[in-house]
């Protein structure tokens, strides 16, 4: 799977994998050109653009069953839910000792407490989810 981070707020939080820095924007520019993925840009409920990646059926990719489910309780999940969601495992996966506590502080206006019950749900149910890399226990 590829993902982009596009428009950016100045609250956002850059993506890595295992701390190497990687331009999925560019990868998911280079999938697109070879016909590997279809690419659809879309604007969010809050104003912000994002983009929805579908592997296409030529591709001859596989992916493992948890981690096409972990992806599908993302997909079906609130956006901004998701957003908090991942981004407390990314400070808690990065060393910060309270990672919901600084998502409120870095994401003010969208962590509510009602967004941050959501976002803990959802956290809650990727972590019942076995993937190859354990998400952080927060």
Same mark, same amino acid.
């Given at each position: 799977m590829v993902f982009a981070v596009?428009? =950016?707020?100045? @609250?956002?939080?850059? $993506? &890595?994998? =295992? *701390? &190497?820095?990687? @331009?999925?924007? /560019?990868a998911a520019s *280079?999938?697109?050109? /070879? @016909?590997?993925?279809?690419? !659809?840009e879309k604007t969010a409920a809050w104003g912000g653009r994002y983009s929805i990646y =579908?592997? /296409?059926?030529?591709?001859?990719?596989? $992916?493992? &069953? !948890?981690? +096409?489910?972990?992806?599908?309780?993302?997909?079906?999940a609130d956006s901004v839910a998701l957003e908090l969601a991942v981004t407390a %495992? $990314?400070? %808690?996966?990065?060393g910060y000792d309270d990672a919901w506590n600084e998502v409120a502080e870095r994401k003010r206006a969208k962590a509510t407490p009602e +967004? +941050?019950?959501?976002?803990?749900?959802?956290?809650?149910?990727f972590q019942k989810i076995e993937v190859p890399n354990a998400l952080p226990n927060i």
């Open positions: 596009k428009h =950016r707020g100045k @609250d956002a939080l850059p $993506f &890595t994998a =295992r *701390d &190497t820095p990687v @331009d999925y924007s /560019l *280079d999938a697109d050109a /070879l @016909d590997l993925i279809e690419v !659809n =579908r592997v /296409l059926s030529g591709g001859h990719q596989s $992916f493992n &069953t !948890n981690i +096409m489910a972990l992806a599908k309780r993302a997909a079906q %495992a $990314f400070l %808690a996966d990065n +967004m +941050m019950a959501k976002a803990k749900a959802l956290y809650r149910d």
